[in-house]
Nanobody, 118 residues
Framework: QVRLEESGGGSVQAGGSLRLSCTLSGGIFSLYVMGWYRQAAGKQRELVAIIADGGGTNYADSVKGRFSISRAHIKHTAYLEMNSLNTEDTAVYYC????????????WGQGTQVTVSS
């Protein structure tokens, strides 16, 4: 059974940085597109960034130029580097893994809170 374990959330002042990590276990890391989503209070969950095994990435317009997604095959871990954070980035961030052979097979992490104060 695939499991995703997240870490790295926390509180930071506007303009600061955080790095989130998501480690996949119980599956073949290269088979999964890794992504980060977020859900702010009272809002729907939205895509932040995704990265394929080959390194191709896609970002939400709101985070382009500020956030960077990467993945380390040896560590089975995906990262989200978040810079120039602002209060609108406050949300619970969720790691996601989608099987490239079957997108219906996907897994979610437990979520990690990111709070940005002004």
């Amino acid at each position: 059974q695939v499991r995703l374990e997240e870490s790295g959330g926390g509180s930071v002042q506007a303009g600061g940085s955080l790095r989130l990590s998501c480690t996949l276990s119980g599956g073949i890391f290269s088979l999964y597109v890794m992504g980060w989503y977020r859900q702010a209070a009272g809002k729907q969950r939205e895509l932040v960034a995704i990265i394929a095994d080959g390194g191709g990435t896609n970002y939400a317009d709101s985070v382009k130029g500020r956030f960077s997604i990467s993945r380390a095959h040896i560590k089975h871990t995906a990262y989200l580097e978040m810079n120039s954070l602002n209060t609108e980035d406050t949300a619970v961030y969720y790691c996601n893994a989608k099987n490239i052979r079957n997108y219906a097979e996907e897994y979610w992490g437990q979520g990690t809170q990111v709070t940005v104060s002004s």
